[in-house]
């Protein structure tokens, strides 16, 4: 049975803290819904109705178009161990970069990866619980490290350069605030 709260309890955020994955959709006003996997130490849970969560370089940059478009985020979190549950945080979210004042007060809350982008902060208006009882058991192995090897061999210029090229608007043609 579904729950809905406000923000997020203390047993929720023990949740969070504990999950190795998590899942991000937002969608433009007209255009593709984006849902995209994230995993590594990126996630935080900065107080009861305020998470958010260091975005590295990828081939896409839905979400940064989407929250610009009309700052619409949804996170789920799903627990794959002995605790069945389903967690979905319904927010505004801002898109915080690395040349901003902002970016100075929220980067030490997180280990700066190579390729790291910007931070996405989801402001909470909903959260929910359901049962998660048909979300299978896995065991947890590691994070890949790919994306990181593949940031670090790219190097700042090279990061930048794809960023011009891959990073500026959606496969939907937004802006996606980067330039």
Known sequence: MAKFFDSLT???????EAQHMFFV???????????????MDTFRCLDASTVAYLDLTGSGNETSAHIKDNGRITIMLCGYGEEALILRLYAHGEI?????????????KFEILPGARQIVVANINSVQTSCGYAVPL????DHRQKLVAWAEKKGPDGLDEYRKTKNTTSIDGAPTGLE
């Open 138 to 141: 896995y065991d947890f192995a």
């Open 25 to 39: 959709a937002s969608a433009p006003t007209e255009g593709r819904v984006n849902l995209s996997p994230k995993g």
């Open 96 to 108: 915080v970069y690395p040349d901003t004042p902002r970016w100075k007060e929220l980067a030490p």
């Open 10 to 16: 203390d047993g929720l955020i023990r949740f969070i």
